[in-house]
C-alpha cells in the first residue's frame, strides 16, 4: 500500500464476525489539499511528537482535525486508526470521526468532532471529583470499553488524556485515540511511553524494552481501574506496577495479606469500592475481572471522607513517594560521606604520632585509675587491672613503662 492509498471503511450493522469487518473495506486515494482554503483554523489544541490536534471551522460548524506527522506512522498505521474509529463511531460514547482524510503538511489527517471541555485530565484536580460525577464517567467508559471488546479488540490506551469531555459535569464522555488498538491474541513489541507509564499493568511493566507479549482484554480492565482511582484521589496510585515501586509493593502485599496495614490511596474508599479495586486491579491477569463488574457497583458508596482530607491524603503520598524513590541513593551517599570522613579522621591522627605514644600520653596525664582494661587490637595481648586505693605518681610511671614493653613484645 502506498502512501496515497488508504483503506477507508463502509459504515454498516455488526455482522456476526467482527474480525471480517475490517476486511472488507473499499479504498480512497489521499489528496494533499490547502488547508487555510478549506478550514478556518482557530488555534491548536495540543501538539506532540507524534501529531497534533487542530480546531477549525467548517460552515459554522466547529471540527478537530487530527494531523499524524507521516515520519512516525506509515500510510497502514493510519489507515488501521482511522479505520477503527469510523466503524465504531456510532456508540455514543466514542468520538464521531467523518469518512474525510487527506494529506497537509507533511502530515496524515482526518476529522473528528470536537469537544469543548477537552479531556478529562483538564478536570481532575487535588482530592478528586465528586463521586456522583465519577460513577456516571465509569458507567459510559464501561460501555465504550465494552462494546470495543465485543469486536475483539483491546484500547490499550485507557488513560485521562484519551477522556474527552462534552459536559462539564461528565454526564457525557467520549472515549478517542484509536492508534494503539489491536485485535485480541495479537504480539506486540514493548515500547517506552512514559505518558501512561503509570496506567499499565504489571504483566507490562515487567517486559523489557522490545519485549513482545499477547494483547489482551485485561490490558484495558486494568487502565480503567487506575482512571477510576486518579478520578477519585486526584493522583495515580503508583509510578508503575513493578516491584520496584514501594507504593505498588506495599498495595500487593495488602491485597495478599501480607499486611494488614492499607495503603494510603485506599483508605479514603469504601470497602465495597476496594473490592472492585482489587478485581481490577488484580496483578494476575487471567484472574482479572471484565470490564462489566464496574456495573455491579455502581449503587454503592465508593468514597468516604472529604474532599480536602484527600487532598492532604494525596499531598502527604506524592511526598512520600518521591522520598522513597530517593531514600537509596541518599543512603548511599551519607555512607559514603561517613566513611571517607572516618578515614580522614584516622590518618589525621597517624601523622602526628603513634598509637603507643598516644597511649604513653594518656596515662602519664592519669592520678588516679579505679578499672582499667586495655585490650590490644590484634587480640594477642589483654590486661586488666582494678583497684581501690590511690596511686601515685611513680605507680602510675612503673605501669606505664610495663604497659609499654608489653606492646613493644606484640609488635604495635
Known amino acids: 500500500m502506498g502512501r496515497g ?12 464476525s467482527p474480525s471480517l469487518s475490517f476486511k472488507e473495506m473499499q479504498t480512497m486515494s489521499l489528496q494533499e489539499i490547502n488547508l487555510e482554503e478549506e478550514f478556518d483554523v482557530i488555534k491548536t489544541l495540543s501538539e506532540g511528537s507524534f501529531s497534533k490536534v487542530l480546531l477549525v471551522r467548517k460552515n459554522r460548524e466547529r471540527l478537530v482535525l487530527k494531523a499524524i506527522h507521516c515520519e512516525v506512522t506509515t500510510a497502514e498505521e493510519f489507515s488501521r486508526e482511522l479505520n477503527y474509529n469510523y466503524y465504531l463511531s456510532p456508540h455514543p460514547n466514542i468520538v464521531t470521526s467523518f469518512n474525510v482524510a487527506f494529506l ?55 488513560i485521562l488524556e484519551n477522556i474527552l469531555v462534552y459536559r462539564k459535569d461528565l454526564s457525557l464522555i467520549k472515549l478517542c485515540d484509536f492508534g494503539n488498538m489491536r485485535q485480541m491474541g495479537t504480539l506486540q513489541t514493548k515500547k517506552p511511553c512514559p505518558s501512561r507509564a503509570s496506567y499499565e ?30 478520578c477519585l484521589f486526584g493522583g495515580t496510585p503508583w509510578n508503575c506496577a513493578d516491584i520496584t515501586d514501594p507504593c505498588f509493593t506495599q498495595y500487593v502485599d495488602w491485597l495478599k495479606r501480607k499486611t494488614l496495614k492499607m495503603p494510603e490511596q485506599f483508605q479514603f474508599f469504601t470497602p465495597r469500592f476496594d473490592r472492585l479495586l482489587k478485581r481490577m486491579l488484580e496483578p494476575k491477569a487471567h484472574k482479572r475481572s471484565k470490564i462489566t463488574e464496574i456495573s455491579k457497583y455502581l449503587n454503592d458508596d465508593w468514597v468516604q471522607g472529604s474532599h480536602a482530607a484527600r ?3 494525596l499531598e502527604r503520598h506524592e511526598s512520600n513517594t518521591t522520598s522513597k524513590s530517593g531514600h537509596r541513593q541518599k543512603y548511599y551517599n551519607s555512607k559514603k560521606r561517613s566513611t571517607k570522613s572516618l578515614l580522614a579522621v584516622e590518618a589525621e591522627i597517624d601523622s602526628e604520632e603513634s598509637v603507643s605514644e598516644r597511649v604513653g600520653k594518656w596515662m602519664d596525664s592519669a592520678h588516679g585509675i579505679a578499672c582499667t582494661d586495655v585490650v590490644n587490637r590484634r587480640g594477642s595481648c589483654v ?8 596511686i601515685n605518681a611513680s605507680n602510675i610511671r612503673a605501669r606505664n613503662n610495663e604497659f609499654m614493653s608489653k606492646l613493644t613484645e606484640v609488635g604495635c
Request: proline share 6%.
Open 311 to 313: 487532598r492532604i491524603s
Open 104 to 158: 497537509w503538511d507533511n502530515c496524515f489527517v482526518y476529522v473528528q468532532e470536537y469537544a469543548p471541555y477537552g479531556d478529562l485530565s483538564r478536570l481532575v484536580r487535588k482530592g478528586g471529583l465528586p463521586e456522583a460525577q465519577v460513577k456516571s464517567m465509569a458507567q459510559q467508559l464501561m460501555s465504550a470499553i465494552d462494546f470495543i471488546h465485543s469486536f475483539n479488540l483491546v484500547h490499550r490506551a485507557i
Open 5 to 16: 492509498l488508504l483503506e477507508v471503511p463502509i459504515l454498516r450493522e455488526r455482522s456476526k
Open 201 to 230: 499493568p504489571p504483566e507490562i511493566c515487567s517486559l523489557l524494552p522490545q519485549e513482545r507479549y499477547n494483547c489482551e482484554s485485561s490490558m484495558d480492565v486494568w487502565q480503567t481501574g487506575i482512571v477510576l482511582i486518579t
Open 383 to 390: 590486661q586488666k587491672t582494678s583497684s581501690h586505693e590511690s
